[in-house]
């Protein structure tokens, strides 16, 4: 198992640009979750998934939108990108069972200048 | 909603000694609290955890104990090694339905030879 993974890396936006943050999980977790880490102020929940087809927001979702169109990819998408949004974007994952215990992703690194 | 607060933010110790890292949280319906481990650069990784059902919890080095009355808990770790230098994060979490992690800020760790 690749467990979770994203895509790109690392990317440079510039004020006003779009893009989509991948994550696929091929562990066949029904919950997925997208996070952004800045210095110092730990983890911060963007949006999450419980399953195919559903979505909810989480702590700081003002800037993004989410989609759950299967069980395995949960596609993060940043409009208007803005310099508040530089970060590192966590995605993870976990069962529907120890629900809890989550799986996290490499990350991206997102620097909007 | 739930609020975590992690102290300190920083921690220094020699190798040997032992560290603690100590977390509060708001909501007494919280009933299931892990630890994650994030070395630079790197994902943040499941440790240990504790539910409410239990008062203290060992894998080897490192323990977590609860005290839902006081509504804090902390992590142990004993015997400390430079590989053990990291962020570590605690969390808390209602469990069950659709419940999702809230964060602390997180501990720089820093083990000196």
């Known amino acids: 198992n690749a467990g979770v993974t994203q895509t790109p890396k690392f990317r440079i936006l510039k004020i006003g640009q779009s893009m989509t943050l991948q994550c696929t999980q091929d562990?066949?977790?029904?919950?997925m979750y997208w996070y952004r880490q800045d210095p110092g102020m730990g983890l911060k929940l963007i949006y999450y998934s419980v399953g195919a087809g559903i979505t909810d927001k989480g702590e700081v979702p003002n800037g993004y939108n989410v989609s759950r169109s299967t069980t395995e990819d949960f596609p993060l998408r940043l409009e208007l990108a803005a310099p508040s949004q530089t970060s590192v974007y966590f995605c993870a994952s976990s069962t529907g069972t120890r629900r809890e215990t989550q799986y996290f992703g490499p990350g991206t690194r997102l620097l909007v200048l | 909603g739930e609020n975590v607060e992690q102290h300190p933010s920083t921690l220094s110790v020699q190798e040997g000694d032992s560290a603690v890292i100590k977390c509060t949280y708001s909501d007494s319906a919280s009933n299931y609290f892990p630890w994650y481990k994030q070395e630079l650069g790197k994902r943040p990784q499941l440790i240990i955890d504790?539910?409410?059902?239990?008062g203290e919890k060992k894998d080897q080095r490192i323990a977590v104990t609860l005290n839902k009355t006081a509504k804090h808990f902390s992590l142990h770790i004993t015997e400390t090694q430079p590989e053990d230098s990291a962020v570590y994060f605690c969390a808390a979490s209602m469990g069950g339905g659709y419940s999702t992690l809230t964060f602390g800020k997180g501990t720089m760790l820093l083990v000196s030879p």
């Open positions: 562990m066949n977790h029904n919950y």
């Open positions: 504790i539910r409410s059902n239990v």
